[in-house]
């Protein structure tokens, strides 16, 4: 005979939450009618609102936040969520921790991130949003909540990783009004931020290097354009007389962007290396040329592999 309702039937259907949390209030339901607790489904789900519940992920989420042993029959669908969202913790805590430009960071940015990250590795026609929203700790079909496609993805990459560049010189510049040394702390910031790993500045560079030409392309180059006019008014304040001064600024952006490619930690910081380049791309008798830069102490190790270093 089928038992009425007990007060621990309440503490049944959070369990089974954690221990089945892939079955629906239908399911949770018939499983308890079964054990002679009896429970209809919207009974079920009104225990799992009180306890925030609702849906799948909600129910994996909980199993994570508490800390609980996970069950051993967790399955496969139940393993990918509980991967998803360690991945995204992890990914979220990583990017708060190097957030250099005071955005706003969420899901959308997360996303942004990880797709930089893909998109540099693999190239668009390489990089799948699948493989995307799963290193976001995301299901793939909600990508399209915030993106309307993977060109449109690209896009907004292309157009995160610009306005990052683009915030981080524009703060340098501030900061002075000398024109050679405007166009030094210019050169330094866009260095550094080329240098530090983040994954829309890597982006930013591929593309810095990438010719236009293709339809992608040319949607794009509004965001290279607006940049590549800050160096050229820059350069043309403090070009010497008679240089070509689309040269001089094209020269100097590739020698800045190449620099990543080499560098590795020694004598020279990213900010010497900077000035270097503006001192010898000016030339000594440019107005306020910078002298050549003080040498940084050489570190005790030397991170990364291979010959490359920085110069001596």
């Given at each position: 005979?089928?038992?009425?309702?007990?007060?621990?039937?309440?503490?049944?259907?959070?369990?089974?939450?954690?221990?089945?949390?892939?079955?629906?209030?239908?399911?949770?339901?018939?499983?308890?009618?079964?054990?002679?607790?009896?429970?209809?489904?919207?009974?079920?789900?009104?225990?799992?609102?009180?306890?925030?519940?609702?849906?799948?992920?909600?129910?994996?989420?909980?199993?994570?936040?508490?800390?609980?042993?996970?069950?051993?029959?967790?399955?496969?669908?139940?393993?990918?969520?509980?991967?998803?969202?360690?991945?995204?913790?992890?990914?979220?805590?990583?990017?708060?921790?190097?957030?250099?430009?005071?955005?706003?960071?969420?899901?959308?940015?997360?996303?942004?991130?990880?797709?930089?990250?893909?998109?540099?590795?693999?190239?668009?026609?390489?990089?799948?949003?699948?493989?995307?929203?799963?290193?976001?700790?995301?299901?793939?079909?909600?990508?399209?909540?915030?993106?309307?496609?993977?060109?449109?993805?690209?896009?907004?990459?292309?157009?995160?990783?610009?306005?990052?560049?683009?915030?981080?010189?524009?703060?340098?510049?501030?900061?002075?009004?000398?024109?050679?040394?405007?166009?030094?702390?210019?050169?330094?910031?866009?260095?550094?931020?080329?240098?530090?790993?983040?994954?829309?500045?890597?982006?930013?560079?591929?593309?810095?290097?990438?010719?236009?030409?293709?339809?992608?392309?040319?949607?794009?180059m509004r965001d290279r354009r607006a940049y590549e006019a800050r160096f050229a008014g820059l350069v043309d304040a403090v070009?010497?007389?008679?240089?070509?001064?689309?040269?001089?600024?094209?020269?100097?952006?590739?020698?800045?962007?190449?620099?990543?490619?080499?560098?590795?930690?020694?004598?020279?910081?990213?900010?010497?290396?900077?000035?270097?380049?503006?001192?010898?791309?000016?030339?000594?008798?440019?107005?306020?040329?910078?002298?050549?830069?003080?040498?940084?102490?050489?570190?005790?190790?030397?991170?990364?592999?291979?010959?490359?270093?920085?110069?001596?």
């Open positions: 005979m089928a038992r009425s309702a007990a007060p621990g039937i309440e503490e049944r259907v959070v369990r089974l939450a954690a221990t089945q949390p892939e079955w629906g209030q239908f399911s949770v339901a018939r499983a308890l009618r079964e054990e002679g607790l009896q429970i209809s489904p919207s009974g079920v789900r009104s225990i799992w609102q009180r306890h925030g519940l609702q849906t799948l992920y909600q129910r994996v989420q909980a199993i994570a936040a508490t800390g609980r042993p996970r069950p051993a029959a967790l399955d496969e669908r139940q393993r990918a969520h509980l991967e998803r969202i360690r991945r995204r913790r992890q990914l979220g805590k990583a990017a708060s921790a190097s957030a250099s430009t005071g955005l706003p960071y969420g899901r959308r940015e997360l996303l942004l991130t990880v797709a930089a990250d893909q998109f540099s590795r693999h190239g668009y026609r390489g990089a799948a949003l699948k493989v995307i929203a799963e290193h976001a700790g995301i299901l793939p079909g909600s990508m399209y909540h915030y993106f309307k496609s993977k060109q449109d993805l690209f896009e907004q990459v292309h157009h995160a990783a610009f306005q990052e560049l683009t915030a981080r010189v524009d703060a340098a510049l501030a900061r002075s009004a000398d024109p050679v040394e405007r166009l030094r702390a210019a050169c330094r910031a866009h260095l550094q931020l080329l240098l530090s790993g983040s994954a829309l500045s890597g982006f930013a560079r591929i593309r810095l290097f990438t010719p236009p030409g293709s339809a992608l392309n040319a949607r794009m070009a010497p007389p008679g240089s070509d001064r689309t040269l001089l600024r094209l020269g100097l952006l590739g020698a800045i962007n190449w620099t990543q490619v080499w560098y590795r930690p020694g004598r020279l910081t990213p900010d010497a290396i900077a000035d270097e380049l503006v001192r010898m791309f000016l030339g000594p008798g440019a107005a306020g040329a910078a002298a050549a830069p003080p040498r940084a102490a050489a570190p005790a190790a030397r991170r990364g592999t291979g010959p490359a270093r920085s110069p001596r």
